[in-house]
């Protein structure tokens, strides 16, 4: 509500600045000294930027916010999350202009290669930007051959979300972490009552995560940096996915799994159904907010013992801009929203943390007291540092071009894992040749 | 001699002419709408169109076809879509003659069912795969809770998770849609059967099925092949529903053609490749929909 009242008012603020903000323009032009960007003088028109529809008023009165500091007006669009990727390329190839939006870090390297979306190299305090991330979390950011690619719209961490006094009801003293552990632990939940102790979200869209996840918990990247699927020939991936086909066949996660959403899931841990969640470190919000007779009982751990789990990130990129004017506006206003405002705070990133516990992948944004004091007490927050810095990785080649292609597969041939129509030996095979088709632009 | 037969609508040819140029505008219309995105379609179908959409790129040939044809992916698709069509068309006419037969009863009530027939009709696709994904949820589920009330279930069933139940509950979802607009259509055609000739064949000893077989099917047989290629239309082009309540899932056993396309074409922008699919769907349909007009339709003679 409160979110809502901030957004009528950024609203409010923008528009009365605009009645009054004409002069100002024109006089900054004559007098750049007197601004602290020459680019919020030399560009007069409006930005465009495209965003999905999470907290949408929050995402316009952040802008107006930028705006209303002498920045040029921004045109914000809003479309829903489902359905995104295929809304923005069918707009792109439309011919619509962008100068900056949201996007999936997986399709970040196709939109260069299709001049979707520019380089950022070059552009003042980039190399700074890239410098104060997490060196876990660069290569996001920044490919191979060197080319910055986007910059952050927020970070996460796959976790553990347990039910702390479950665990100590059932005599398990140690939180879980490897997956023989998780499965351990679940089977002697599910021994004492639990019908299913287990949650994640393994719907077809996103069981490539939980692949990365489960693989790198055991200690394997299932790509190499050049893209090559060197999980094929890891002897321990079988065994990964001989373990997460026995959390389904066993019944330690529900049978609805398949098609649960998180919201759900955070509800059944919030009303005690389920002990384990696994998902992005924020999903401990939702299970918190939901106010249920266990959200109280409910805590994050890392998971992957001495090995990673996955850091996954969604990003910022800009559209290909000819005018140099509008470029160093739209670059500003991609700081501004990606890393910090002019007084360098995390200002943006600071508001994602209130409103729902998302992260920014940078060191700083940890140690940031405006940002401490955003996050609720029940967040460990060096602990979520320390995951980002040490603990996680992003599998490089989930930027590369080819890669969108391999993710919408996954979710097909996992699912038959689960079901029991595939063995894991068979599911690596067809993973293999899935990744080896993405990257030869074969098959369907 | 009997006189010569001739077709009903024949026209002399000012009368045709006439006809044309009235129908011309809607002719240029449906041009513009229609047969330009196909022939587009047809051409991107036998290019290596670049995802950017910059023009159509090399010529392939026939190469996105065989690409498609070789895949099993698009053979399973295959067998999805084709149960799915069969299921649609045969439940929602079958169902939507039933609710024609009812509300073509004397009844109190009458009026408000037959309005209360037009809501699943009048609700969109998306909408009622959202309501029946919910409906057919496993945990909070109305549909759960009828079955086992009812004791056809032991216990509640997760059935969009279930690749056996996934389908037959997606077909459900659009047959409850789809079955109101065949009841509409049929209800419409009922209400011109004169009386008179049920009430003549009951004198004749006619009993019911044979007056149902004999009398009411063959005077409803011109709005049942109306119904049943639309149908069969709708079925092949299904989308909405499927991918609201399972978004093909779970594993393939809902992946609909129709989600392929969708997939090829918006999501991975292989736009040669998802425009081989969507013309081999169109010609599915096509053929399908001819299929039902060649078994079932039969020229109506009138003398001249």
Aim: overall charge neutral.
């Amino acid at each position: 509500m409160s979110e809502k009242t901030n957004g009528r008012a950024g609203r409010i603020n923008r528009r009365s600045f605009l009645t009054r903000s004409a002069a100002a323009v024109a006089g900054a032009a004559l007098l750049p000294g007197l601004m602290t960007g020459a680019a919020r003088a030399a560009f007069t028109g409006k930005l465009s930027m495209l965003g999905w529809d999470f907290q949408p008023d929050t995402i316009k009165s952040l802008v107006a916010a930028w705006t209303a500091k002498g920045n040029p007006e921004v045109d914000v669009a809003i479309i829903p999350n489902l359905g995104y990727s295929p809304a923005i390329q069918t707009r792109l190839r439309g011919g619509d202009k962008l100068d900056l939006y949201y996007n999936f870090a997986y399709n970040s390297q196709k939109f260069i290669d299709q001049g979707w979306a520019a380089k950022l190299n070059g552009l003042p305090d980039v190399d700074k930007l890239i410098g104060d991330m997490f060196e876990s979390a660069r290569a996001r950011h920044v490919n191979a051959a060197g080319d910055i690619i986007s910059v952050p719209y927020f970070s996460a961490v796959h976790m553990l979300h347990y039910n702390a006094k479950m665990l100590s009801d059932a005599g398990i003293a140690q939180v879980p972490s490897t997956l023989k552990e998780i499965y351990d632990a679940s089977k002697k939940l599910q021994a004492g009552g639990l019908a299913a102790p287990y949650l994640a979200y393994w719907v077809k869209e996103f069981c490539e995560e939980y692949f990365h996840t489960y693989l790198l918990n055991e200690g394997v990247t299932a790509f190499d940096e050049k893209g090559a699927p060197v999980f094929a020939d890891d002897p321990k991936t079988e065994g990964v996915f001989a373990w997460w086909q026995s959390m389904y066949q066993e019944g330690l996660a529900p049978k609805s799994v398949l098609t649960d959403d998180p919201g759900k899931e955070s509800t059944q841990m919030a009303q005690g159904q389920a002990a384990f969640f696994v998902l992005h470190h924020y999903f401990l919000t939702s299970i918190r907010s939901i106010g249920g007779p266990q959200s109280n009982n409910v805590k994050s751990a890392p998971i992957g013992g001495s090995n990673f789990t996955l850091q996954i990130g969604e990003v910022l990129q800009m559209g290909n801009i000819a005018d140099a004017d509008e470029k160093a506006a739209a670059w500003n206003l991609m700081k501004y929203y990606g890393w910090k405002d002019e007084n360098g705070k995390f200002a943006v990133f600071n508001q994602w943390a209130k409103a729902a516990g998302l992260a920014a992948p940078y060191p700083g944004f940890f140690t940031d007291p405006d940002v401490i004091a955003s996050f609720p007490s029940y967040y460990d927050l060096p602990q979520i540092s320390k995951v980002f810095a040490t603990g996680s990785k992003v599998v490089p080649a989930r930027t590369l071009a080819w890669y969108p292609d391999f993710q919408a597969k996954v979710g097909d041939l996992i699912h038959p894992l689960l079901l029991g129509q595939a063995t894991p030996k068979q599911t690596v095979d067809a993973l293999t040749k899935a990744a080896t088709d993405a990257q030869g632009n074969t098959g369907l | 001699m009997a006189a010569p037969s001739a077709r009903l609508g024949s026209l002399s040819g000012t009368n045709r002419a006439f006809g044309f140029r009235l129908a011309l505008p809607a002719m240029l219309i449906l041009l513009a709408l229609l047969a330009v995105p196909t022939v587009l379609t047809v051409l991107y179908s036998v290019h290596d169109v670049p995802p950017n959409g910059a023009g159509l790129g090399p010529f392939v040939g026939l190469k996105n076809y065989a690409v498609v044809f070789a895949s099993p992916v698009f053979w399973r698709s295959v067998q999805v879509t084709v149960t799915f069509s069969i299921g649609f068309v045969v439940l929602s006419t079958l169902i939507g003659l039933a609710m024609a037969m009812l509300l073509n009863q004397d009844f109190v009530g009458r009026g408000l069912a037959r309005a209360m027939l037009i809501i699943p009709w009048a609700t969109p696709w998306l909408v009622i795969g959202i309501l029946w994904k919910w409906f057919a949820d496993g945990s909070v589920g109305g549909l759960n809770a009828v079955l086992t009330q009812l004791h056809l279930l032991p216990a509640y069933q997760e059935f969009l998770s279930d690749p056996n139940w996934a389908l037959p509950i997606t077909i459900l979802a659009a047959v409850w849609r789809q079955a109101s607009f065949a009841g509409i259509l049929l209800l419409a055609g009922l209400q011109t059967l004169p009386d008179e000739l049920g009430e003549a064949a009951a004198i004749d000893g006619a009993s019911l099925w044979q007056r149902f077989t004999l009398i009411t099917i063959p005077w409803l047989r011109p709005v049942l092949i109306t119904v049943t290629v639309l149908n069969v239309i709708y079925a092949f082009l299904q989308f909405d529903i499927v991918f609201a309540m399972t978004q093909g899932g779970p594993g393939d056993a809902t992946q609909v053609i129709s989600i392929l396309i969708y997939r090829q074409l918006f999501g991975v922008t292989h736009i040669g490749l998802g425009s081989a699919l969507a013309v081999i769907l169109g010609v599915l349909a096509l053929v399908g929909g001819l299929l039902i007009v060649k078994l079932l339709y039969r020229p109506e003679a009138v003398a001249a």
